[in-house]
């Protein structure tokens, strides 16, 4: 059904999330299934060659190598070769026979080994190569125990990402996400929070009410989501490693919509208290509310842009929902979208200049990325009919969006921020919606080139 106006959304929020066709979930968590939909034949050739394992030991089930070579495919920016194709197989610089590789016209080449250390632990050594200069670009080194292999394959992935781009990488990141387990009275609501490529979940958060409208702390440390436990919308800031959470409004009216600031010290929020819903900001030290818009028309979705100055958010004053400017500190709004009947579900990248958005016209929902640098140009990255919910990666150059597709179903896709590659995650049994991608789990390093063979000492591989 056509939405036309922001009223529409308020009274059929809580009948939405309860009214979804889902298949039932299993008790425990599941993993999302993740598929490739589309590659991009332009994108950058690289190898990732199976690494070696130089120990007696039976070696860990962890593939490194696909896990890289998997992350790199689903940002867009790279296309690599199947395990059949790779002919050689060299684990160290010496081995390689450049010929080969530029035969097979590929760019970069990267290459490892895996050894036992004792204590549990396996060093990781990885090599990327330059093909056509036929010269070492970076190599590194990790330790870790075995149940670690994963967040390393993402790390190193991150270092290739940005040897190659010039951009930290994002592989190393979390992701949140709403799953629902029966249906009717005996619906169960579930916060889980996984590796951004959909495994390692953990639910964080059960109930038997919607829960919605997750958003991340700027240090990982917590979630803010909404929730129906009491019957009516509530927000609250969840503490991901005490499990303890904490209660930030449940006022009389619609609670909903919480945004951390980019320093973590406030939380903007739409709020209906005093009639309208309204943008308001908690200073999350005292729990003093400012009031940030003064409006009769409905206003929501409140999101930070980066340098914490100004805040983007929906009304619909003009008559249909549209994206406005408004700074902190107060003063005019501005409005940002003209195109489009619908505009909703702002997600901002990391320095403002990129905001996506659901865009409705007629009875299709698309996902959109504004360009603000070039006079607020659109380009629609998802294929529609009812997708919404975008959430940019920490580097912005991938986003997940949810769709429900024609079963009823939802699913998550991760898409690049060119709508190059598509890639659909899924439960095997059950739907999934709401997506908020995590900040950084590593603070990004400014990235050392080697000039040559120089290994950087090993960095810790544990989970930030």
């Given amino acids: 059904m056509k939405l036309r106006s922001l009223n529409s959304i308020f009274a059929a929020l809580a009948l939405a999330v309860c009214g979804l066709l889902l298949a039932p979930l299993p008790a425990a968590a599941q993993g999302l299934t993740l598929n490739v939909v589309n590659g991009i034949p332009s994108a950058i050739p690289i190898t990732v060659v199976p690494f070696g394992f130089e120990s007696q030991a039976q070696p860990p089930s962890t593939d490194i190598a696909a896990i890289i070579r998997d992350d790199l495919v689903r940002c867009g920016k790279f296309r690599t070769l199947a395990g059949a194709d790779i002919v050689e197989h060299p684990t160290h610089g010496a081995q390689i026979d450049f010929a080969t590789w530029k035969l097979l016209k590929q760019d970069y080449l990267v290459i490892g080994r895996e050894r036992d250390v004792g204590d549990g632990q396996v060093r990781v050594e990885y090599e990327l190569w330059n093909v056509t200069t036929g010269k070492k670009m970076y190599a590194g080194a990790y330790k870790a125990v075995p149940q670690e292999l994963r967040g390393v394959a ?29 249906s009717g ?18 639910v964080v958060v059960r109930s038997r009410q919607p829960l919605l409208s997750l958003n991340w702390s700027p240090n990982g440390n917590e979630l803010a989501y909404v929730s129906f436990e009491s019957g009516n919308s509530a927000i609250y800031i969840q503490n991901l490693a005490t499990g303890q959470r904490r209660l930030i409004s449940a006022r009389r009216g619609i609670n ?13 929020m739409t709020l209906s208290f005093a009639g309208s819903p309204e943008i308001y900001i908690m200073d999350l030290a005292s729990g003093q509310l400012t009031q940030l818009t003064h409006n009769l028309s409905i206003n929501m979705e409140p ?11 929906i009304s619909d004053r003009s008559g249909q929902p549209q994206l406005y400017l408004k700074p902190v500190s107060g003063g005019a709004t501005q409005r940002l979208t003209f195109q489009g009947e619908y505009n909703a579900d702002p997600s901002i990248n990391y320095d403002g200049n990129q905001i996506a958005m659901m865009q409705g016209n007629g009875n299709v929902y698309r996902i959109a990325i504004m360009d603000r640098k070039l006079d607020n140009q659109l380009r629609f ?49 059950g739907s999934v919606q709401s997506p908020s991608w995590g900040p950084y789990r590593i603070p990004p390093q400014p990235l050392q080139l080697l000039p040559g063979a120089n290994t950087p000492s090993a960095a810790p591989a544990t989970a930030h």
Wanted: net charge negative.
């Fill in 303 to 313: 999101r930070w842009m980066p340098d914490g100055q100004s805040i983007v958010f």
């Fill in 154 to 182: 993402h790390q190193i992935a991150d270092v290739i990402y940005q040897a190659i781009t010039g951009q930290p990488g994002a592989f190393y990141t979390r992701i949140a996400y709403v799953t629902t387990v029966g």
């Fill in 256 to 268: 909903t919509a919480p945004s951390f600031s980019p320093n973590g010290k406030d939380l903007a």
């Fill in 185 to 202: 009275k005996n619906t169960q609501w579930s916060v889980v929070v996984a590796d951004s490529d959909g495994h390692n979940p953990q």
């Fill in 381 to 429: 990255v998802s294929p529609g009919p009812f997708d919404g919910s975008p959430s940019f990666a920490p580097n912005g150059s991938m986003l997940l969006y949810s769709t429900t597709e024609q079963s009823g179903v939802s699913v998550l896709y991760e898409v690049a921020d060119n709508g190059s590659v598509r890639q659909r995650l899924a439960l095997v049994n």
